[in-house]
């Protein structure tokens, strides 16, 4: 939506011009996958050093993205990578490298999380060898690790309102994952083929723009002398809910009732220089564009206030426009505070970020050793998304997230030639999670009592952060086939690569089956790729 429709909207603009009338230009969907990218294939590099009580102690890592034929957004996409490895721990010595790869493949692009969930992966691979390592808890290694509040981290924000704790806390509260641990442990000694994993695994994700002068906003606002209110801002509505939430903005704002408020799809000749929609930072932005119009226009009705303290918003405006007050304002916002020295990513005063979404989650699976299918069982979360502006709405973010996050990290494979040619570009050898992957207990809740003061009105953003919650999902795959190796008398640390496919988890669930396959040679010729 950033930048890969331009090669297509340019022909379109290019052929109305010339014809004189609309053109539409649709691709079939092969067409769209092998032409416009997808997301960062990322591969890590990495040593650690850690003590037997599972405490963190240092990680060198090098991150490689493989962006595609061309740079596009790849190295916004690796700055957040790079930004976002350290999740929510806190690590002494901590050196991180990260590289942009140019490949003979379609150019890969923004999309949901950019780059966050790629980094945060491989932290979390790491706290769950450390525990396989040291023979502990999964959970009480990543607990031992978190942040503090105060925190400086690597790059030189300081945290403040760490609120990964207490998202921890309310989950634990919400579904006992020691007693899913429990459960699991009895149902694989009576299971040979079928095994259970648990994970819960917690999340810190950053929001603004990485680049500085993306975080600003605009918004106009109108009232007419009938007391209807007509709203323009700078976001683009795409079934988020942000015109829903622009217009719950605006309407406590002006106080008065939504059903008076009519929004004005977006559009330059409206409100110019329109930042993207992206980056889970359009309600922050445009909402506090949309407040400080109506402010405006509150101060100008202020003196008529005063004077008919008792009147109607129809008599109000009414009176307003009948003594000549302006009833229209405009809006403009800037993120406060913000510093990124991209020539020194570890100065003291970077501030790449103007405040951390956090939240928790415990995923409960089942797989099938014999097949590699898994079904899961249960998934919980408890978002933070400050006071909200919408529950409802928010919720269903998180839900959506979510399940594209189990897309993300459990079925979603590119498959390409060496050449380049992809073979995964439609429905057929491209599998989306669809209605039986959804988990079948599905809790989500939001965190009680946690105003963000740094947004409007003590909300926050909510389209990325929840994603990378659904490599719970993978990390209790992982942990049932831990499981199921532990049957053929195999321990200890393992590789295993996101997406957990079925044959993915059917290989790795080692046994006497898998020993009779051959082992490919590295020098054989390959007939596909997996990026």
Not at 284 to 303: E, H, Q
Not at 452 to 468: C, D, W
Not at 478 to 507: C, H, N, Q, W, Y
Request: one cysteine or more; charged letters at 20%.
């Amino acid at each position: 939506k950033e930048t890969r429709q331009c090669q297509y909207s340019t022909a379109a603009a290019v052929a109305a011009r010339k014809v004189g009338r609309p053109v539409r230009l649709m691709l079939d969907r092969d067409e769209d996958m092998s032409s416009f990218g997808g997301r960062h294939p990322f591969l890590a590099r990495y040593k650690i050093g850690f003590s037997k009580e599972g405490k963190l102690q240092a990680v060198d890592i090098d991150l490689y993205s493989n962006g595609g034929y061309s740079l596009d957004l790849s190295g916004a996409v690796l700055d957040r990578a790079v930004l976002s490895f350290n999740n929510c721990y806190s690590c002494p010595d901590l050196h991180v490298r990260g590289h942009a790869c140019r490949t003979n493949l379609p150019s890969n692009t923004a999309f949901r999380g950019f780059g966050g969930p790629q980094g945060m992966m491989f932290i979390e691979s790491i706290m769950t060898d450390i525990a396989m390592k040291c023979g502990l808890s999964q959970e009480k290694v990543r607990e031992m690790n978190f942040s503090k509040e105060g925190d400086v981290l690597a790059y030189g924000q300081k945290l403040d309102n760490f609120l990964v704790p207490r998202t921890w806390s309310q989950l634990r509260e919400q579904c006992s994952w020691e007693k899913y641990r429990t459960e699991a442990a009895e149902f694989n000694k009576a299971n040979r083929w079928k095994k259970r994993g648990v994970a819960v695994i917690p999340t810190q994700y950053g929001i603004a723009f990485t680049l500085t002068m993306l975080n600003q906003a605009g918004a106009l606002v109108h009232v007419y002398n009938d007391g209807s209110v007509l709203l323009a801002h700078g976001g683009c509505e795409m079934g988020q809910g942000l015109h829903t939430k622009m217009v719950q903005v605006c309407a406590r704002a002006l106080g008065v009732s939504s059903s008076v408020i009519h929004i004005s799809e977006t559009s330059t000749s409206t409100v110019p220089n329109t930042s993207p929609s992206a980056a889970s930072a359009s309600s922050d932005l445009n909402g506090m564009a949309v407040k400080v119009a109506c402010d405006k226009i509150n101060a100008n009705l202020k003196p008529i206030k005063e004077k008919f303290p008792h009147a109607t918003w129809k008599e109000l405006i009414w009176k307003a426009y009948a003594n000549r007050v302006s009833l229209s304002a405009n809006g403009f916002y800037k993120t406060p505070d913000l510093q990124w020295d991209v020539d020194d990513l570890m100065a003291s005063t970077n501030r790449p970020f103007n405040y951390f979404a956090y939240g928790s989650a415990c995923a409960v699976v089942e797989i099938d050793c014999l097949t590699g299918d898994h079904q899961i069982l249960s998934s919980d979360i408890v978002m933070d998304v400050g006071n909200s502006l919408n529950p409802a709405i928010d919720i269903g973010q998180v839900e959506g997230a979510f399940v594209q996050g189990i897309g993300l990290f459990t079925m979603e494979e590119v498959v390409v030639s060496p050449q380049g040619f992809l073979f995964s570009r439609g429905p057929g050898t491209y599998k989306i999670p669809g209605f039986a992957d959804i988990p079948i207990k599905f809790n989500v809740s939001l965190l009680r009592s946690a105003p963000n003061e740094r947004a409007i009105y003590s909300s926050k953003a909510v389209g990325e952060p929840p994603l990378f919650l659904a490599s719970s999902v993978f990390y209790a795959i992982k942990d049932a086939v831990a499981a199921a190796r532990a049957e053929s008398g195999l321990s200890g640390v393992f590789r295993f690569d996101s997406p957990a496919t079925a044959e993915r988890i059917r290989m790795s669930c080692e046994d006497k089956f898998t020993k009779q396959i051959p082992v490919i040679e590295e020098s054989a010729k390959r007939w596909n790729v997996r990026p």
